[in-house]
């Protein structure tokens, strides 16, 4: 049974080795999210490290999807944009386990992040991701609006270059 949780800074640096573990199992599985191989789960530990600091000064929102009481998935909602953008938010690092994929768990995580979107009051959710990756296949399929690819955008964990697609979801606010 898969369930979400938002995590604030406590229950982040709890859970901060499975949420290392993940980064790094996705890292090793070649998804193209800032890091390149070789990549240790040191440095997995110490990207969290920064993360728990943005999430404990309101700068980021961090959920966790569990199966049981195994995290095995996390995505971040990101707070921190200029005073003329507030009504938007930037998802960063939707990551899953790659022992705990299509099993729905993305799929959850997304959800349950636009519901925390919602519960703020914003009204547009952006984000970027490879072209032609799962993680394109899953917005698509989440009804989000590509904008567009932008070429040699990253790089792929092993040094090739990685084509970015940029993406867009409009939410539906009810006043406060
Ligand atoms: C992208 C990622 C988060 C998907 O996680 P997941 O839990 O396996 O995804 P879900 O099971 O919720 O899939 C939801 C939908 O996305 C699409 N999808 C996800 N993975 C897919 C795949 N391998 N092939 C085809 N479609 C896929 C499907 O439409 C799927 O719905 P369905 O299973 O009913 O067909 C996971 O593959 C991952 O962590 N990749 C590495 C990190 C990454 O690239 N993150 C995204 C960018 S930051």
Same mark, same amino acid.
Request: charged residues 25%; contains cysteine.
């Given at each position: 049974?898969?369930?979400?949780? @938002?995590?604030?800074?406590?229950?982040? #640096?709890?859970?901060? %080795?499975?949420?290392?573990?993940?980064?790094?199992?996705?890292? /090793?599985?070649?998804?193209?999210? %800032?890091?390149? *191989?070789?990549?240790?789960?040191?440095?997995?530990?110490?990207?969290?490290? %920064?993360?728990?600091?943005?999430?404990?000064?309101?700068?980021? #929102?961090?959920?966790?999807?569990?199966?049981?009481?195994?995290? $095995? !998935?996390?995505?971040?909602? *990101?707070?921190? !944009?200029?005073?003329?953008? &507030?009504? @938007? !938010?930037?998802?960063?690092?939707?990551?899953?386990?790659?022992?705990?994929?299509?099993?729905?768990?993305?799929?959850?995580?997304?959800?349950?992040?636009?519901?925390?979107?919602?519960?703020?009051?914003?009204?547009?959710?952006?984000?970027?991701?490879?072209? $032609?990756?799962?993680?394109? &296949?899953?917005?698509? /399929?989440?009804? *989000?609006?590509?904008? $567009?690819?932008?070429? &040699?955008?990253?790089? *792929?964990?092993?040094? &090739?270059?990685?084509?970015?697609?940029?993406?867009?979801?409009?939410?539906?606010?009810?006043?406060?």
């Amino acid at each position: 049974m898969i369930r979400i949780e @938002r995590l604030d800074a406590g229950a982040a #640096c709890r859970h901060q %080795s499975a949420l290392a573990e993940v980064l790094h199992d996705c890292v /090793a599985g070649g998804a193209s999210i %800032s890091f390149m *191989w070789p990549f240790s789960r040191e440095q997995a530990a110490h990207y969290w490290k %920064s993360i728990v600091a943005a999430v404990r000064e309101d700068r980021a #929102c961090l959920l966790g999807a569990f199966d049981d009481d195994r995290l $095995g !998935g996390t995505v971040q909602l *990101w707070l921190d !944009g200029p005073c003329n953008q &507030r009504h @938007r !938010g930037d998802v960063r690092k939707l990551l899953v386990h790659r022992a705990m994929r299509r099993r729905g768990m993305a799929r959850r995580l997304m959800q349950a992040l636009e519901a925390e979107a919602r519960s703020r009051q914003l009204s547009l959710l952006t984000l970027d991701t490879a072209t $032609g990756s799962d993680g394109e &296949r899953l917005y698509r /399929a989440m009804d *989000w609006q590509s904008v $567009g690819v932008i070429p &040699r955008y990253a790089l *792929w964990p092993d040094g &090739r270059f990685c084509d970015t697609t940029v993406f867009y979801k409009e939410l539906a606010v009810t006043a406060a």
